[in-house]
């Protein structure tokens, strides 16, 4: 099943090569893996995706928090939660109507243009991982030149809260 | 008053308290041991003959007295040099704080010379390592450093100290206390979790103690025994939890795993009810997992909650500290109206000793014939009175020193457990034999794991440490051969060394004393002869049977019930 875990760690060099060695070093993958500063910039918020049976799961949480500079951890599945996930993504408006393609999906999509160029777009779509895949769908008459995704980013809903 | 780097290092020793440290001089530790030769009548500085040397007598050091064992070397191979020591402290939990050279700040990145990143290299196999990067962190960290490797699970902690921080000068101040919001070791156990154990343990009609190197790394012998005596319940102990428990006391049935005992197995396999005390469930000692424990319920306490449920479910988890969590259940068990009524495990240790009477560990040394490696450790066993400290290699003489040499005290036995790190043996002898200069000391080996740190015997020489190196010589890695005999149809590839050296004259070269012994009539005079020299270190190669295998045996992917006797 897939996990997406919220780790709080000190924001120190190697800290993120810690929490990916890891990873490797005990055959646990990894879908994707997003990290920043935090308000507090001693800490930084790590999000990652992985995919376990519960028991794996259990033991990746346990491993992690064993590593000396992650702080507190939590596995939004135990929670409701929110996922967000940020796309840029390039796309040739050379064809005939390509440019009115982009904006009429990109409107459906809620996603924004933010590089206008003389052969191509770039979009920028925020949103679950599924809407971000349809937004690709869509697009699929036209040619895409670039994409980068941005990972998935979790919080709990409601009072719920990871802090140090 | 302003220190240099190098003289904040030294007093931040003095104030862990450090008398020894185990090292190898080189380009980026210049100041620091030139710092160090200022400090010489209050740090001692052993100099090992090789890197990995140095952190195995640190190890030994570690092991025989449950103090964090220090360890200098410089950058580059020196750093190298010393990641066997380091992840075989990571895999057995020892207490190591590894002080390592690096270039200056300017030239880390720069493939400079003698620069390797091994804070890199090593992450993966310690607790935690740091790179000192400003003068003001140095006193910190090493605090920190000393705090983590011997708190919560014990492990090795490396510092790197670039040179030019060791040449500059800064205020020196040592932090009294330390606080790291991200590491908080549990060390009571959970009262409810506590008592529904003693619940187990008194429903309990075939029940076993099953445990490990976790009570020696936390001093917890006395109270293991206390909790036996009182539930009266049969204990076996892991290959690294030997001396846990007196080997010579009715209660205990043996190690478990691999080459444990017929009864200790069996009875692993037919239980009830695992009490698992500081033990990991590691391969070695489980056999075929889907076979482990059929019929039991799983009480495991480990200071580690990644330890439990890692490799088998567990049903009632205490995390803590071994002894505390002993303690707990020691005290939680007398305040019950009724404790354990011997009735309810009578026809269990009728069972136990019917299979005691298969004598698993039985051999038959013919006087005539060449001497069995078992004939060797039970007569040093006699000779030293069971009072020794015995460090081993790795191989078939590791499992008969921890089959006969029957420990009745921890911190006793001194070996490489979860790495299995051919060469350990001689230099944690030396680290043993400094911690505690008048204890017998004994190095049981092998052939083919005494030439893997064999440059130690110098370091034996230059420190007077008058180690007993007990060297079971078959002319093969024997463990391999074995193996190689019951699974590849003896083929034996590679397992036989055609060329080994006169290790008597090579002993002598070294300036120790030499023996070779051959007949099965002169082992135990031999022996005592060794023992009498008090002050000299003796090398003593006894030519043993080539063919010999350790017995019994749980062959890979076979259940605890399926040994292999004879």
Partial sequence: MRHVISILMENEAGALSRVAGLFSARGYNIESLTVAPTDDPTLSRLTLVTMGSDEIVEQIAKQLHKLIDVVKLMDLNDYPHIEREMMLVKIDVQKQGACDVVKRISDIFRARIIDVGEKSYTVEVTGSRGKLDGFLQALHELRVVEVVRSGSMGIARGAIALNA | MELTGAEIFVECLKAEGVDTVFGYPGGAVLYIYDALYKAQ????????????????????????????????????????????????????????????????????????????????????????????????????????????????????????????????????????????????????????????????????????????????????AKELTEFTRLTGFPITNTLMGLGGYPATDPQFVGMLGMHGTFEANHAMHDSDLIVAIGARFDDRVTGNIEKFCPYAKIIHVDIDPATISKNVKVDVPIVGDVKNVLADLIEELRGRKQGVDPQQITDWWKQINEWRKTNCLSYNQQMDGPILAQYVVDKLWEVTGGDAFVTSDVGQHQMWAAQFYKFDQPNRWINSGGLGTMGFGLPAAMG?????????????????????????????????????????????????????????????????MEALPDFVKLAEAYGHVGMRIEKPGDVEGALREAMAMKDRLVFMDFITSAENNVYPMVPAGAGHNEMILV
Avoid at chain 2, 109 to 134: M, S, W
Avoid at chain 2, 449 to 477: D, F, H, V, W
Wanted: glycine share 8%; aromatic share 8%.
């Fill in chain 2, 432 to 496: 043993v034999q400094i911690a505690h200069p008048d204890a017998t000391v004994a190095c049981i080996s092998g052939d083919g794991s005494i030439q893997m740190c064999i440059q130690e015997l110098a370091t034996c020489l230059q420190y007077r440490l008058p180690i007993k190196i007990i060297t079971l010589n078959n002319g093969y890695l024997g463990m391999v051969r074995q193996w190689q005999e019951f699974f590849y149809q003896k083929r034996y590839s590679m397992s036989y």
């Fill in chain 2, 41 to 220: 009548n209050e740090i001692n500085h052993i100099l090992a003959r090789h890197e990995q040397g140095a952190v195995h007598a640190a190890e030994g050091y570690a092991k025989s007295t449950n103090k964090p064992g220090v360890v200098l070397v410089t950058s580059g191979p020196g750093a190298t040099n010393a990641v066997t020591g380091i992840a075989d402290a990571y895999m057995d939990s020892v207490p190591l704080v590894v002080f390592t050279g690096q270039v200056p700040r300017a030239l880390i990145g720069n493939d400079a010379f003698q620069e390797v990143d091994i804070v890199g290299i090593t992450r993966p196999c310690v607790k935690h390592n740091f790179l000192v990067t400003r003068l003001e962190d140095l006193a910190p960290t090493i605090k920190k450093a000393f705090y983590i490797a011997s708190t919560g699970r014990p492990g090795p902690v490396l510092v790197d100290i670039p040179k030019d921080i060791t040449q500059m000068t800064g205020e020196f101040s040592y932090p009294s206390e330390i606080s790291i919001r991200s590491y908080n070791p549990t060390v009571k156990g959970n009262k409810r979790q506590v008592r529904r154990a003693i619940d187990l343990v008194l429903e309990a009609k075939r029940p076993m103690l099953y445990t490990g190197g976790g009570v020696i790394l936390a001093g917890a």
